[in-house]
């Protein structure tokens, strides 16, 4: 549940979550690291409930990575059977709360089973505007950014693009996440301090927010721990607030 303290002007838009430490979990318990992604699962639903609770409108999660195709191939087939388990189970949840699915990376990659059941409750829930899940799939930064360079390359030598065009903004609407909210807050578990190629683009100026929970234990509580630390943090986007604003008044007046 969210902090009571906080008011709808402090709670984020838009939170993006690395999964982080389900093979740790797996391991510290004995057991095998598909344990510990099944274990992972009930942690996206705590999340998916924290965000609703909390107002918190669009959740996005780094399920698989480009990177993650280099895994043992028993251990893919594992996650990929879980992420079908997944959706089946909580599609109703999705219709129940009006939460839009929505993919970003290539889908492509995945299995036909996988990207059978995504592709059919994409479309069902296309409708809804309350929540937002976007699930990262095969999904990689860095090759977002190179297919929507490709992509505006592909239209300018059509020419429909001229190049001195080009601007922020073009290359954001070329992008998966095009038509969703930068995410405000960033969450990676299980201690480690980095981004891994999510959303790099997109987190420009998100609030980030370390934690040594590993991803299976993290709860409601842990969520509200993170929304709390962010309500604190003053997101300035590269200017001064009022108040910075108002201590560099004078030497700004000194210098004229």
Not at 189 to 199: D, I, K, P, V
Not at 206 to 211: C, I, P, Q, S
Request: with cysteine; net charge positive; proline share 4%.
């Amino acid at each position: 549940m969210a902090p009571k303290t906080l008011n709808n002007a402090q709670v984020p838009v838009h939170v993006a979550i690395i999964m982080d430490g389900n093979g740790r979990w797996a391991k510290k318990k004995g057991l095998a690291r598909i344990e510990g992604h099944r274990a992972g699962a009930k942690s996206v639903e705590a999340a998916m409930r924290a965000c609703r609770e909390s107002g918190v409108r669009y959740l996005t999660l780094y399920a698989f990575s480009t990177e993650n195709w280099s895994r043992p191939k028993r251990e893919i087939m594992g996650l990929m059977g879980l992420l079908v388990a997944f959706m089946n189970k909580n599609e109703p949840e999705l219709h129940k709360h009006r939460i839009r699915l929505r993919v970003i990376g290539r889908i492509e990659d995945l299995p036909a089973s996988a990207r059978f059941v995504l592709e059919r409750v994409i479309k069902a829930t296309r409708g809804y505007d309350d929540y937002h899940l976007i699930l990262a799939l095969s999904y990689g930064a860095r090759d977002e950014i190179a297919r929507a360079a490709r992509a505006l390359a592909r239209k300018a030598k059509k020419g429909e693009l001229n190049p001195e065009t080009v601007d922020e903004a073009m290359i954001a609407r070329h992008l998966d996440t095009a038509g969703i909210p930068d995410p405000d807050l960033l969450i990676r578990t299980s201690g480690e301090m980095r981004l891994s190629n999510f959303l790099l683009w997109q987190a420009s100026y998100a609030e980030l927010y370390f934690t040594e929970v590993l991803w299976p234990d993290f709860r409601e509580k842990d969520f509200s721990g993170a929304l709390e630390t962010y309500s604190r943090r003053r997101r300035r986007f590269g200017a001064l607030d009022a108040e910075e604003s108002r201590e560099a008044e004078p030497a700004r007046k000194e210098k004229a």
